[in-house]
C-alpha cells in the first residue's frame, strides 16, 4: 500500500517535497516571535486541554444528528463522486476498526452502514447526506485484507476533493498506531490536510490501559504529526453500566461536536461567558 500511495503522490506533483523534519525546522522559524526560553525553537509538549462541552452543546450536536440521515451513493472512482457543493467529513483507518460503526452510531441508524466482524467488510466509498447540512463519507479500510484498488481509490478521493473539511482517522488503542497510519499521516502532512484521530473500542480496555495507550498516541502524534487536529476523540460500544453509557454518550456527543465544528457548523446558543458592553457615556 504504502509504495502505491507514494507512486499516485509522485505522479500528482501535489506534495511539496517536504520531510516532516524540514517542515519542523521551518515550523520552529517562524515561530520565532513566541517567547521560548532558548528562542530557537517552540515545542508543544501536549495537547492544549479542550473544555468539556457545556450540557446545551452537547445537546446541540446530538440534535443535529437526531434528523435521518440517508445514503446518497458508493463509489468505485473518484470521478463518480457525487457533485455536491456542502461541507464534508470522511472517515479512514485500518480495516475492522470501527469505521461504518461509528457512522451507525452518530447517525441512530444501525441500519445505515452495513457493518462485518470480517476485516475488509467496505468496499466502496459510502456517502451519505446529513439532512442537506453536511455528507459523512465512510472508507474501505487500509491493512489487513484490504486491496491495491482501495488504496488508490482513497488517495484520490484525499487529494482531489474540494470539500472535504477534515478527515478522521479512526485508530484502535488496543492496536495503537501501526505503519500504515503513520504513512497515511506523513502524507496528509505533507500536503496540508487536516485530520483528526478518534480512538474506537474503548469499552474493549480498561480505564488505566486505555489512558496509557491514549497517552503514548498522543505524545506520538505531538512529536511527528503536524497536520493533526489537537485534539483526541474516542468511542466505544454502550454496555449495561450505567458508567459505560454515559461515557460513550459523552464521546459520540463531542465526536458530534467535533464534525460540526470542522463542517463549519456553529450553535446559535446564549453565550456562557460574561459579554462586553461599552459603558454608557455620561
Ligand atoms: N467492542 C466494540 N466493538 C466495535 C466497536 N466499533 C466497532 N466494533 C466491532 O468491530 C467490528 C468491525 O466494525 P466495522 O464498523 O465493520 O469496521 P470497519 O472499520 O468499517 O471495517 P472494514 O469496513 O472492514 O474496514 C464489528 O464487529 C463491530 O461490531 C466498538 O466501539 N466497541
Ligand atoms: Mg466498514
Known sequence: MTNIYKSLLSKRWLH???????????????LQHLSTKDHKSYTLE??????TLQPSEEK?????????ATFIKSISQSQQAPEINLPEVAFVGRSNVGKSTLINQLTNNHKLVKTSSKPGHTKL???????????????PGYGFKSKTEWGELIMDYLTCRKQLKRLFILVDPTAGLKETDRTLMDMLDQQALTYQIILTKRDRLSVA???????????????????????LLSTGMARRSK??????????AQ????????????PDLPSTTPQFRPSSST
Open 125 to 139: 466509498l459510502n456517502f451519505f447526506d446529513l439532512t442537506g447540512k453536511l455528507t459523512l463519507v465512510d472508507m
Open 60 to 68: 446541540w450536536a446530538n440534535k443535529m444528528f437526531a434528523r435521518p
Open 209 to 231: 490501559a486505555y489512558e496509557a495507550s491514549k497517552q503514548s498516541i498522543e505524545t506520538e502524534l505531538i512529536k511527528n504529526a503536524i497536520c493533526c487536529y489537537p485534539q
Open 255 to 266: 465526536v458530534r461536536w467535533s464534525i460540526l465544528d470542522a463542517a463549519g457548523i456553529k
Open 243 to 252: 458508567k459505560n453509557q454515559d461515557t460513550v454518550a459523552h464521546d459520540l
Open 16 to 30: 511539496t517535497s517536504l520531510t516532516n523534519w524540514q517542515r519542523k525546522q521551518q515550523l520552529s522559524v517562524n
Open 46 to 51: 501536549s495537547f492544549p486541554t479542550v473544555p
